[in-house]
């Protein structure tokens, strides 16, 4: 029976000792981790009713918002697609890429597409459809480049090789990649770099997926670390972003809003390192929008509309007990596939978007509301599980459905076994009728007795599901409604007590008042927090020069217009404003820093200096400190911009934090105090 | 109930009432839960007064999946509004409505709390059991590591995942064993039998039990 496989899986996830270790650590670090960069934002639950009702709202009139959208960014020059289903999502994809690669110089290597990670591509398992068009498709997040080295699928929607150990990497890469065995994560991390760096620079087209869209300005916000995001958005001279038709904000201020939650959920950041707004296409490229419905209109007609608000943090899967156990691979259908989304928002809309054949995933759950307590958007996530099981999904059936609904599935109780259904009726029929359930209660007790006449516990068999890890205790030999007896206990302290029995009222523990630290002061201390470098100067140019000679560097790439370069050509430096992959040191400027994340905003055109150098040195005036990222934001409407928040980061190998993946690993900030300028 | 009573309290209890319909409502059977709802709400109709719940999650289920249940049904919905606004979690009722925290109980020795995910989570209640807890004269209240997490008892969950729930109660009792209590207080019948039940099943000598049977010892 289909449930038994799945508990057959659940049972290898649970024995297998280094995917629980991996777990456990990925568990760990990701609530520690949320947990501290909350308490950045004591006003968190006031934010988090906020963005619920964003999302809310954004659902409710999702029609409008993106239509709003839609004309916003073809108005831009983004050329946008819609897709009903999967497969008009791959026909797009293939569509523009004969039409990208038809007149390209006659090569004859295959087509490559460099991707970083969307989920949307799972679900609509895109990179299968390319490749049997013999298209190379590449993944170059780093975990997902492990996992599709590994042939597997992604285990956890953020971290999507959070189930591996770094020796399975290690082993992995000694034989596929050729180099020496070794567990060194840093080694391990600079040998994907090298690898997929050439996959940047030469791909035809770079895909990737979209964390919001802005309706009132027609842009896509993408949220990153590692710097393949950016790079795959910015490089190749097609660049196809995938979208879910729900991941929509209002507005840039709601936005800023949404991105306050979602790294802190998602990953423990403040900020993720490359905070991308794409408004228009670069220069030079061609930039498509493909927006995916397959089965969110109907999801958002049915009782399960509110898992739309979800904004794929992943951190219920992180708070999730039962997650802690499987990852993501045991969340499988009835067919055996796995679930293209897991854990508790998975366990909703897997069986929502695809039907029936996933509906078995909304029982495995005690409903402890872990999920929902740490929702951003506070998705009512229980609810939904019990909805699920009450047959409220929309599609009875559809992905990896078989036929018609096979006995048990249908309805009400749906994914349950058929004998704990059974159980249940029959416990319904007892229930209603007082009379049949004080009797059965008798019958139980009587059985109880005879079976466990010694002891007040009884052992059952495994089977029974109860038995398998624990006794039950002998049902009573009179119930409690027959020793019930409503007589007054006439306790002469009754009334004494009575009137002593307060309350004690604590006293308001006095807030401390938050200090005020100046601006320029939290902005050095937050980067310095995230290994980056903040240089106070006078003369930013002299600073650099400086920097630059003992660093030995002599030849940069530079931004023009923001150092004296007569001077810098004094001081031996070359430097060229044309874009140069093999410089290792980068300098930009930044627009406007910010206080709170240590982030620096800057033009996502400058990637040869701020992303493809190891070094990026950024110039910034100390009057261009401002707090916070919603103070920014509206400089980046109808740009394509940036914020950088630290060198490029990952912890995809066993949840270690590895600097300097395909971005920089060295960012310096120069902060300009002169007068002049 | 004997606390409640000494508390001045007037308790009856209604012979016919059974169950509250929670294990179908969470296993997705709405009509059967519906059913066992229904009776549960018409015999409490002919009630007055407050109704006290000794575990939270009949409480949770009273309170908000009676909503989620009747949902726009015209006859069923005001019914089961009014009897979820008389239903109270015990120490919920002990402390929020009788604002009484210290009952003069007295205990020897290390108590530790799990607080129960739907009494927790479900309706909020933490503080009320942890205020009664801390006013218990002679007891020391260890903190239980990770106290948050479920147990794994879960109702129907127990027996269709029985591997699920094995993990998380062996979690739980290790957990419980750190805390070096031998008694493990709950506010809910459901954690309770589970936990005791592994308890005894791993033949360890501790005892969990439910929050009334500590405050009524004197």
Same mark, same amino acid.
């Given at each position: 029976m289909s449930t038994t496989s799945f508990r057959k899986r659940i049972r290898q996830s649970i024995e297998n000792e280094t995917l629980q270790t991996a777990l456990d650590n990925n568990t760990e670090r990701r609530l520690k981790g949320k947990a501290a960069a909350f308490d950045s934002i004591p006003d968190w639950r006031e934010r988090r009713v906020r963005a619920r009702n964003i999302r809310a709202d954004v659902i409710e009139r999702l029609d409008e918002y993106l239509s709003q959208f839609i004309a916003n960014a073809q108005a831009n020059g983004i050329i946008v697609h819609r897709a009903k289903d999967a497969k008009e999502a791959i026909d797009h994809v293939l569509r523009i890429t004969d039409h990208a690669t038809s007149n390209s110089q006659s090569v004859t290597r295959k087509t490559l597409i460099a991707k970083s990670k969307s989920m949307v591509s799972e679900e609509i398992e895109l990179n299968h459809a390319l490749e049997t068009r013999s298209i190379n498709v590449i993944e170059t997040d780093l975990g997902e480049y492990i996992i599709q080295l590994r042939k597997e699928k992604p285990s956890h929607i953020i971290t999507p090789a959070a189930h591996l150990k770094k020796e399975q990497v290690a082993q992995l890469f000694h034989e596929k990649?050729? *180099?020496?065995?070794?567990?060194d994560i840093p080694t391990l991390t600079a040998t994907a770099r090298k690898v997929l760096r050439e996959i940047f620079l030469t791909a035809d087209i770079g895909i990737s997926g979209v964390n919001f869209g802005v309706a009132e300005t027609g842009g896509m916000c993408l949220v990153t670390n590692e710097g393949n995001g950016r790079m795959v958005t910015t490089i190749p001279k097609t660049h196809i972003a995938l979208m879910g038709m729900?991941?929509?904000?209002?507005n840039l201020d709601d936005l800023a809003l949404l991105l306050s939650l979602l790294p802190r959920s998602a990953t423990g950041q403040k900020l993720t390192v490359y905070t991308q707004l794409l408004h228009k296409p670069m220069p030079g490229q061609t930039r498509h929008l493909i927006i995916l419905d397959n089965g969110r209109s109907k999801l958002r007609n049915s009782p399960l509309k509110e898992s739309l608000y979800c904004i794929r943090c992943g951190a219920c899967l992180n708070a999730c007990p039962v997650f802690r156990e499987l990852s993501g691979h045991a969340y499988i259908g009835r067919d055996l596939s796995i679930a293209p989304y897991p854990g508790p928002i998975g366990s909703v809309i897997s069986p929502g978007l695809f039907g029936e054949n996933y509906f078995q995933l909304a029982q495995a759950s005690s409903l402890c509301g872990a999920c929902k307590e740490a929702c951003p958007v506070d998705i009512d996530l229980p609810k939904l599980l019990t909805r699920v099981r009450a047959g409220q999904s929309p599609s009875p059936s559809g992905r990896g459905a078989r036929g018609s609904a096979p006995k048990g599935y249908e309805g009400d109780g749906a994914g349950l076994t058929w004998t704990t259904k059974l159980a249940l009726r029959m416990y319904t029929r007892l229930s209603t009728q007082p009379k049949l359930f004080a009797l059965s209660q008798k019958f139980a007790s009587l059985g109880a007795h005879l079976l466990s006449p010694h002891s007040e516990w009884m052992r059952l068999p495994a089977f029974t599901g109860w038995g398998y890890s624990k006794d039950l205790p002998r049902f009573a030999k009179k119930p409690f409604r027959e020793r019930? +007896?409503?007589?007054? *206990? +006439?306790?002469?302290?009754v009334s004494r007590r009575w009137s002593e029995a307060h309350e004690s009222t604590k006293a308001a523990t006095s807030r401390d008042v938050a200090l005020q630290i100046n601006r320029i002061q939290q902005f050095t201390s937050e980067l310095t927090a995230l290994s980056g470098n903040a240089h106070p100067t006078d003369d930013p140019t002299q600073a650099i020069i400086e920097y630059l000679t003992s660093q030995n560097v002599k030849r940069i790439y530079l931004q023009p217009n923001i150092l004296n370069e007569a001077r810098l050509r004094q001081a031996g430096i070359d430097f060229t404003h044309n874009p140069d992959p093999t410089l290792t040191v980068g300098v930009t400027k930044a627009w406007v820093g910010l206080a709170d994340t240590g982030s620096v905003l800057e033009a996502d055109e400058e990637l040869f200096g701020s992303?493809?150098?190891?070094i990026h040195i950024a110039v910034l005036k100390s009057k261009n400190v401002l707090s916070t990222l919603a103070d920014a934001i509206e400089l980046t409407k109808g740009k394509n911009a940036v914020f950088i928040t630290g060198p490029s980061r990952t912890a995809d190998i066993e949840m270690t934090l590895t600097i300097g993946v395909h971005g920089p690993k060295e960012i310096h900030v120069f902060v300009d105090d002169s007068k002049r300028g | 109930m004997a606390i409640l009573q000494r508390l001045g309290i007037n308790v009856d209890f209604a012979p016919n009432q059974t169950c509250c319909g929670q294990p179908q409502f969470n296993a997705g059977l709405r009509k059967d839960a519906k059913e066992v709802a229904k009776h549960t709400i018409k015999l409490f109709e002919k009630t007055q007064g407050d109704i006290v719940t000794p575990s939270g999650s009949c409480a949770h289920h009273f309170r908000h999946n009676l909503l989620e249940l009747f949902e726009g049904d015209p006859e069923w919905q005001p019914r089961a509004e009014v009897f979820s606004k008389r239903v109270y979690e015990f120490t919920e009722y002990l402390v #929020?409505? $009788?604002?009484?925290? #210290? $009952?003069?109980a007295k205990w020897d020795g290390l108590l530790s709390y799990h607080p129960s995910c739907h009494t927790l989570r479900g309706i909020n209640v933490n503080r009320q059991p942890r205020a009664l807890l801390q006013n218990i004269h002679g007891a020391t209240l260890v903190e239980l590591p990770n106290a948050h997490e479920c147990c794994g008892f879960g109702g129907v969950m127990s027996v269709e995942h029985p591997e699920l729930s094995a993990e998380w109660l062996k979690r739980k009792i290790s957990n419980f064993e750190k805390t070096e209590a031998p008694t493990l207080v709950v506010t809910d019948a459901g954690c309770l039998m589970h936990m005791m039940g592994g308890l005894k099943r791993q033949g360890k000598p501790q005892r969990v039990i439910h929050i009334a049977e500590v405050l009524n010892q004197r």
């Open positions: 990649l050729g *180099i020496p065995y070794t567990e729900e991941r929509l904000a209002p019930f +007896t409503a007589r007054q *206990i +006439t306790d002469s302290n992303l493809l150098p190891e | #929020d409505k $009788l604002r009484v925290t #210290d $009952l003069g």
